[in-house]
């Protein structure tokens, strides 16, 4: 049964509208995404490239497969702890999900069951023993983010930091209510409550918490995702804008002027990381040998241009937010 959800708003709850970028958030549904039999008409391109790592690295068979299930529904709550901060580092998230009262965890597992039918033998182990086997999921999240999201980062993290200044100047200059109902064609916003249609059940302030934290994200979508947790503030994590164009190849830097200051090779290695790759793969793309692509590469990291993410027996580097901002401002 589709329901529509009201949840009312108190001044308070104003007061506690606030955004928030969580790389957690990322991790199910891009996985989901990925384990997916169908071509997504917008990842497709990083689906393309990330997709054979997981098998790789064990990853289509771990808690993942488990804790997610490919057909769509409903994710367990504690591996979206809430953001305590507007942009928590991985890491912070990692140390939340481990920190989970073993009640929350065997509680979510619970309702697992009842969208699944049943748990199988690992969800079961985890459901007689969170803290034992906490650290083993969080080990994996770590894994998967290190092959799957973070070479990808910046980039992702542009496109989330830019639908939040969208809405921000929104709330500026209409108000937090225009902001709430223009976020998605299924919420609506009147008489001091948000509407949520679609639903498949009733949403309240008692079952809810208070405020509102707001997540854009890249992989969630079409609709919405919610986690309703007391005391933590409901989370809504709703498609952010820009996703369409997340991956269109962008137009070829001028980097003449670039060239004066970092030299041709460090330049050309950074037009060359518009997509993440390994030393030996810049090598052969280049045309420098192996070991000068390292010896650059290892100037740029250091110079916080580059970063480095372990993918099995191979380190994949990528371009950073602060490369990017020189690769623009080179090219105007």
């Known amino acids: 049964m589709v329901v529509l959800a009201e949840l009312a708003f108190s001044t308070s709850d104003l007061a506690q509208v606030r955004f928030a970028v969580s790389p957690m958030w990322e991790i199910a549904p891009s996985f989901r995404l990925l384990t997916s039999a169908a071509a997504h008409p917008v990842h497709r391109p990083w689906a393309d490239q990330v997709r054979p790592r997981l098998p790789a690295a064990g990853l289509d068979r771990g808690w993942l497969r488990e804790l997610v299930p490919p057909a769509g529904g409903y994710v367990p709550d504690f591996l979206n702890p809430a953001p305590a901060t507007p942009a928590p580092a991985p890491e912070a998230e990692w140390e939340a999900i481990r920190a989970s009262p073993p009640d929350r965890v065997r509680q979510d597992l619970d309702h697992l069951a009842r969208h699944q039918g049943n748990l199988g033998p690992r969800l079961r182990a985890l459901h007689n023993d969170p803290p034992g ?110 996703v369409g164009t997340l991956w269109a190849k962008r137009p070829v830097p001028r980097t003449d002027t670039l060239s004066a200051v970092l030299g041709r090779s460090r330049t050309l290695l950074l037009t060359e990381l518009e997509i993440p790759a390994s030393t030996t793969q810049l090598a052969h793309r280049t045309g420098l040998s192996p070991a000068g692509v390292s010896q650059h590469l290892t100037a740029l990291r250091d110079a916080g241009l580059v970063s480095a993410h372990r993918a099995g027996r191979s380190v994949l580097y990528a371009r950073t937010a602060a490369a990017e901002t020189l690769l623009q401002a080179a090219s105007a």
């Open 133 to 242: 086997l906490l650290a083993e999921v969080t080990d994996e999240l770590e894994t998967y983010w290190e092959l799957v999201i973070a070479p990808y980062w910046a980039r992702i993290r542009a496109v989330l930091d830019a639908d939040i200044l969208y809405r921000a100047r929104l709330a500026a200059e209409h108000g937090v209510g225009h902001l709430l109902d223009d976020l998605h064609g299924s919420v609506s916003w009147g008489d001091d409550a948000l509407r949520m249609s679609r639903r498949k059940k009733p949403l309240t302030r008692t079952t809810a918490g208070t405020g509102l934290l707001l997540i854009p994200s890249a992989f969630t979508g079409p609709g919405l995702r919610t986690r309703t947790t007391p005391p933590d503030p409901p989370q809504l994590a709703y498609p952010a804008r820009g």
